[in-house]
T-cell receptor, first 111, second 113 residues
């Protein structure tokens, strides 16, 4: 069935380390793909998105590329900061504009 | 265990009519509560959040309002709906102790004609 599989957290890194959070999806067709972020004590915010194959979404130093051949949308950042500590959710949008969510990955960045 | 309910599941309303969507949470006390809207092709947008009874914070100016008359009840309202209010509305809750994960309700699909 339709689903999103995310890397299980928590992911703990030191400041300035390279980040990858894996996300793969199961869907029919070519849905829009999203990464949302939830900082401590705040609501969900859209971080980046990609609407078609090979698109790269980017924001705040984060990037993710829509790979249809591997049905993946891995989130990357070259040098993380303590302020990047949050929970990250991968999602895709079905034909009814409903979001199918991953379970979320908690990221902890240590100074 | 905790559960979150939303109703109605689907709603079709004429422009200019009022709106009331309800969300209730069971199995927890003093949760943080959230209303999100997902408009076609545009992802999820936080509309309101509440940290306690009668405490509402609005993230974006809009035609909607929210109220929290009871600890585990969150209501989304409008006096006069606009066409642009159409979308998918999600309620969510999280523990008030700082745990970050939000748990979402099943959503309400609103179509304004």
């Amino acid at each position: 069935g339709n689903s999103v599989t995310q890397m299980e957290g928590p992911v703990t890194l030191s400041e300035e380390a390279f980040l990858t959070i894996n996300c793969t999806y199961t869907a029919t067709g070519y849905p829009s793909l999203f990464w949302y972020v939830q900082y401590p004590g705040e609501g969900l915010q859209l971080l980046l998105k990609a609407t078609k194959a090979d698109d790269k979404g980017s924001n705040k130093g984060f990037e993710a590329t829509y790979r249809k051949e591997t049905t993946s949308f891995h989130l990357e950042k070259g040098s993380v900061q303590v302020s990047d500590s949050a929970v990250y959710f991968c999602a895709w949008e079905d034909s009814n504009y409903q979001l199918i969510w991953g379970a979320g990955t908690k990221l902890i960045i240590k100074p | 265990s905790q559960t979150i309910h939303q109703w109605p599941a689907t709603l079709v309303q004429p422009v200019g009519s009022p709106l009331s969507l309800e969300c209730t949470v069971e199995g927890t006390s003093n949760p943080n509560l959230y209303w999100y809207r997902q408009a076609a092709g545009r992802g999820l947008q936080l509309l309101f959040y509440s940290v306690g009874i009668g405490q509402i914070s609005s993230e974006v100016p809009q035609n909607l309002s929210a109220s929290r008359p009871q600890d585990r009840q969150f209501i989304l309202s409008s006096k006069k709906l606009l066409l642009s209010d159409s979308g998918f509305y999600l309620c969510a809750w999280s523990l008030s102790t700082g745990q970050e994960t939000q748990y979402f309700g099943p959503g309400t699909r609103l179509l304004v004609l």
